[in-house]
């Protein structure tokens, strides 16, 4: 159980000496929240410190502090082995979960109209320009054992595999009799009908008693028109999977490509090790002896029912989708970076909010109408200073800023401030907007009850800045992982609230409080 912590010739301890690593057999479980000291030969320290550049900080010769901040994730570290670095109870696996919801619910959005090129069934440009990044985190996640079943790759692969699509046709051939393999009705009626290959030609047979005999006149024909049902593997169903297979490969190789290219070691180093392990699992299914008799595809078969009904094939298109998909998702260059890398899962819960959202509202009005798009490149996504999800007369925004400078409903009448999530509604003349910031921290608090998990009052002072500082807004919500939730009212329809919004749990929690703000207004 403890083999990691006697064989190795570091020694980890939190910085204020009272907590120690946790082992989970041979992980080593660090808690990000905790700032820990390591110590040992100098060599040695320093080749952790090599692996861990935006984390560790080199205090003396042989001691290196580590700071993880936000950051989750599992890491073969040089010297101390396989380590888990995890963010209050929640790690690699919960950030992998929101990463999976986050491209549900984006992928479900409807397309602006700088989005065509991202859905072409096509390989000849290169993918490098779909934001490669992008792709790479959501195939990372959908080949992992860690994610949910329903939500893995590798059992829709497994079923096309068992049970392919194939296309049955009738072939006709003439086949000497000796060689005749079955008769069919067809074959019956030749022999009824008397038809030899030329009058006069076939093989005498004995038993001219018999019925069959005699209308052959004792003959047999020298051959038959046989009819054959013969399947073909050769279908658009399956040349698109395996056109995804190839793209989901070369997505992968690319990105071990281009890390190559990156200054970080640990960068590099992280990607080489997760793209080698998407690769690995590819080709287990790529290696099937199916695919020697599938073509290439020339189209994409959208109005196939195998392809959107079928189990195995449905999944792989719906895979196919949100992969191409996940260049919506407003990140740019140094959050993609942050994610592949470190993990930050406070970034992550800011999007997840924000998408969360934008389907809490889409439950009370209804499919969005119109999204923002995004300009793309190599690594990074372009991403305009706010992004909107639109439905008539309201729309939900992402980091949209407010300030002096700025006439009508993104006003601020002090300092600028850019609330993480902006809904503005314009249904009832004057606009009503409702502000909402994700926060991934919490306190915890000891009653009768047990431990819960509440909210700081620091980020509820916040939401009273954002409710007082900008014109048009009524109310103002912390949203944070937690199982307290608070609602403080000056009058009916302005105040502050606290939603807890775990993880997991999806938007189930917030579904009544957006609810609750679109109720038509008494002074309407």
């Known amino acids: 159980m403890s083999e990691v912590a006697v064989e190795s010739p570091l020694r980890v301890r939190s910085r204020k000496g009272d907590q120690a690593p946790v082992f989970e057999g041979a992980l ?17 320290v320093m080749a952790l410190a090599h692996a861990l550049p935006r984390h560790g900080e080199r205090v003396a010769e042989g001691v290196l502090l580590l700071r993880f901040g936000n950051a989750v994730g599992e890491l073969d570290l040089p010297h101390l082995g396989r380590v888990e670095v995890r963010s209050g109870k929640w790690g690699e696996a919960t950030f992998d979960a929101m990463l999976a919801d986050l491209v549900r619910i984006a992928s479900s959005l409807p397309f602006s109209r700088g989005d065509g090129p991202m859905l072409r069934f096509s390989m000849d440009r290169n993918p490098t320009q779909n934001v490669l990044y992008h792709a790479f985190l959501y195939l990372r996640h959908v080949l992992s054992d860690r994610a949910p079943r329903d ?8 079923a096309v595999i068992r049970d392919p699509h194939r296309r049955w046709s009738r072939i006709d051939r003439r086949v000497p009799i000796e060689a005749m393999t079955h008769a069919g009705p067809s074959t019956v009626a030749q022999l009824l009908a008397g038809r030899l290959d030329r009058p006069g030609a076939g093989t005498r047979v004995g038993g001219g008693g018999r019925r069959l005999m005699n209308r052959l006149g004792g003959q047999l024909p020298v051959s038959v028109v ?11 169903e399956n040349r698109f999977v395996r056109r995804f297979l190839e793209e989901a490969a070369r997505t992968v190789a690319l990105v071990m490509k281009a890390a190559e290219g990156e200054r970080s070691e640990a960068f590099r180093a992280r ?7 998407c690769a690995e699992r590819l080709e287990q299914v790529r290696r099937a002896p199916l695919w020697r008799e599938v073509g290439e595809a020339g189209h ?27 260049a919506q998702l407003p990140l740019d260059d ?15 819960y800011e999007l997840w909010c924000y998408f969360q959202t934008v389907e809490a509202v889409s439950e009370v009005l209804g499919p969005p109408l119109r999204k923002g798009s995004f300009a793309v490149s190599e690594f990074e996504l372009g991403v305009n200073r706010e992004y909107w999800v639109e439905w008539d007369d309201v ?7 407010h300030s002096r400078g700025r006439r009508g409903i993104r006003r601020s009448y002090s300092v600028p401030l850019r609330p993480d999530i902006v809904l503005e509604d314009r249904r009832f003349g004057a606009p009503r907007v409702h502000l909402l910031d994700a926060k991934f921290r919490l306190q915890r608090k000891v009653s009768e009850d047990g431990t819960k998990r509440s909210f700081k009052p620091a980020d509820v002072h916040k939401m009273h800045a954002y409710r007082d500082g900008i014109v048009h807004a009524r109310t103002a919500w912390v949203l944070y992982p937690g199982d307290e939730d608070a609602w403080w009212e000056l009058e009916p329809g302005f105040g502050v609230g606290v939603v807890g919004l775990v993880p ?6 917030l579904a009544s409080p957006i609810q609750a703000l679109f109720v038509p207004p008494s002074d309407s």
């Open 504 to 509: 997991g749990a999806g938007a189930t929690r």
């Open 28 to 44: 080593q479980v660090l808690a990000a929240e905790l700032e820990w000291v390591v110590t040992g030969p100098a060599a040695e």
């Open 151 to 158: 939500q893995r790759l590798m059992p829709a692969l497994e």
């Open 395 to 401: 729309r939900v925004g992402y980091n949209v800023p």
């Open 334 to 348: 140094r959050a993609l970076q942050s994610l592949v890398e470190a993990k930050d899962i406070a970034t992550l």
């Open 271 to 277: 990607v080489r090790a997760e793209a080698a392990d």
């Open 226 to 236: 046989e009819s054959q049902v013969r399947s073909d593997l050769d279908t658009p």
């Open 300 to 326: 994409l078969p959208s109005g196939s029912t195998v392809l959107r009904q079928r189990r195995g094939y449905r999944d792989v298109f719906g895979h196919w989708v949100r992969m191409r998909r996940t």
